[in-house]
């Protein structure tokens, strides 16, 4: 079992719309989860971290956090093609301070 | 403020040739990260530095690979001798220290060929 899964898409969302993006993650003892963006050819930026359980939103963004299920998601509002991307959920394990465990990413397409 | 520096941004090599990766992390930054992208594995933490000192490098594949940071202003990836399955996108990323609170920020990556 991987230690942090994500269905690699790609996933399809009108303009528009909102877009689900999921992520389980094996460790339970897990504290800190992130979520990453990379456009093609590019380095993944940060788009957000969550500690806490529920849900903490920026701007168009909105990061969900289950620890008794062990899943974290992103949704993201009103999609735009300039969102199309992969995105990645990165997990930092139990005793591994800064040291991020990379899912291998969803690939989303905000179609016109 | 430059962010993070990596160099070359491409690099084609022959197998068996030595291949040498540049970083210069963000001023101020005081952990280092070295990441291997794939299409097949995703994006995997090689080795990791704290204060220039190396402090988990359970991720480098095997005794092929290397990485040095000799001071707080640069790191090196050597690969020595380089074989076709090493070609990726390596990433070098930054952060303030060393806790789970950091945001690390990734470096434009070098692209290897090993033919």
């Known amino acids: 079992q991987k230690e942090v899964e994500q269905n690699s898409g790609p996933l399809s969302v009108p303009e528009g719309a909102i877009a689900s993006l999921n992520c389980t993650y094996s460790d339970r003892g897990s504290q800190s989860f992130f979520w990453y963006r990379q456009y093609s050819g590019k380095s993944p930026e940060l788009i957000m971290f969550?500690?806490?359980?529920g849900d903490k939103e920026d701007g168009r963004f909105t990061a969900q956090l289950n620890k008794a299920s062990q899943y974290v998601s992103l949704l993201i509002r009103d999609s735009q093609p300039s969102d199309s991307a992969t995105y990645l959920c990165a997990v930092i394990n139990t005793g591994t301070a800064s040291k991020l465990t990379f899912g291998t990413g969803t690939r989303l397409q905000v179609t016109l | 403020d430059a962010g993070v520096i990596q160099s070359p941004r491409h690099e084609v090599t022959e197998m068996g040739q030595e291949v040498t990766l540049r970083c210069k992390p963000i001023s101020g930054h005081n952990s280092l990260f070295w990441y291997r992208q794939t299409m097949m594995r995703g994006l995997e933490l090689l080795i990791y530095f704290n204060n220039n000192v190396p402090i988990d490098d359970s991720g480098m594949p095997e005794d092929r690979f290397s990485a040095k940071m000799p001071n707080a202003s640069f790191s090196t990836l050597k690969i020595q001798p380089s074989e076709p399955r090493d070609s990726a996108v390596y990433f070098c990323?930054?952060?303030?220290?060393?806790?789970?609170?950091?945001?690390?920020?990734f470096g434009p990556g070098t692209r290897l060929t090993v033919l």
């Open positions: 990323a930054s952060s303030l220290s060393f806790t789970n609170t950091d945001t690390q920020y």
């Open positions: 969550i500690y806490s359980n």
